[in-house]
């Protein structure tokens, strides 16, 4: 009776030990070995990309069309996500805002950082009430401004000043980010367009681009590349979008430029960050 008693005692022990230990390993920074991880989703004709830093927290760039909410919010917490430190709307367009709504309800949010340009759609306007209602902080980041996350940086690169008289203001106010990770450095292009970027005096070289506007010729130049110098460019559009997207000049450029492009249309494309070096891998939706 004492002894299988005892025996009992140590089965249990033993079982709380590994379940300790297993939440105990949940709890953990994401990446022990100060690692970093890039992820652009297929949202279809859309935007939404994460950056998970070594110290465990999360910015997501965008949340792509109301239609790919469900699976995004799927998508992002297959990838480990349980709060977002970092809310970006790029700008106001429902390709990029679309899925805020689900995101919002669905993961405790830090902070909300917005181009600070009024489209006056119906769609920014429930974003922004919703962000009011739940109480989270919101906020317009300046050029020049910096954050830290675990030894990465997250710089705002744009937009300089207020463009208006664009042909699309909204895509030309579009917050341009650098995040920087070692020698390895992301520049989140939105969907600026030349006239945004005609503001930028110098672009930052940064080794992975993702292209503006969904890889349409105003989203991306050869100054663009002579500056920045990217080995690799993220292009995110759906397949068979209306918009002809990417067009063929990008693509050309590109080529021309020696860059190697991922399209999300092809499927949610990874890339992790290790020491100086970075590997990209895609998971082919078809
Ligand atoms: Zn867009």
């Known amino acids: 009776m004492r002894r299988s008693r005892g025996r009992e005692v140590k089965i249990l022990s033993l079982a709380a030990f590994f379940i300790i230990a297993l939440l105990s390993m949940v709890e953990l920074p994401q990446f022990a070995d100060g690692g970093a991880e890039f992820?652009?989703?297929?949202?279809?004709?859309g935007d939404a990309a994460l950056f998970r830093f070594p110290d465990g927290s999360n910015m997501l760039v965008d949340a792509g069309p109301r239609k790919s909410a469900e699976s995004l919010v799927a998508k992002l917490r297959r990838a480990g996500v349980r709060r977002i430190d970092i809310l970006v709307a790029t700008h106001p367009h429902e390709?990029?805002?679309?899925?805020?709504?689900?995101?919002?309800?669905?993961?405790?949010v830090g902070k909300v950082w917005d181009s600070g340009y009024n489209h006056g759609s119906g769609v920014q306007r429930s974003m922004l009430a919703l962000v009011r209602d739940l109480g989270i902080r919101y906020g317009r980041p300046r050029p020049g401004f910096k954050e830290e996350h675990g030894g990465a940086t997250v710089e705002v690169i744009a937009p300089i000043a207020p463009i208006s008289g664009a042909e699309s203001d909204a895509n030309n106010n579009s917050i341009v980010l650098l995040v920087s990770y070692g020698e390895v450095s992301f520049l989140m292009m939105g969907d600026m367009e030349e006239a945004g970027r005609r503001a930028v005096e110098n672009f930052?070289?940064?080794?992975?681009?993702?292209?503006?506007?969904?890889?349409?010729?105003?989203?991306?130049?050869?100054?663009?590349?002579?500056?920045?110098?990217?080995?690799?460019?993220?292009?995110?559009?759906?397949?068979?979008?209306?918009?002809?997207?990417p067009h063929g000049e990008v693509r050309e450029l590109l080529g021309e430029f020696g860059v190697k492009s991922y399209a999300t249309a092809d499927g949610d494309i990874t890339i992790r960050i290790e020491g100086d070096t970075y590997r990209v891998s895609q998971e082919r939706a078809r």
Do not use: W
């Open 95 to 108: 390709d990029h805002i679309g899925g805020m709504e689900l995101v919002l309800r669905s993961f405790p």
């Open 204 to 245: 930052p070289a940064a080794a992975i681009l993702k292209a503006a506007h969904h890889g349409s010729r105003n989203g991306t130049d050869r100054r663009l590349l002579e500056q920045t110098r990217p080995l690799t460019a993220i292009l995110t559009y759906g397949s068979g979008n209306s918009y002809g997207h």
């Open 39 to 45: 992820y652009a989703f297929d949202v279809g004709q």
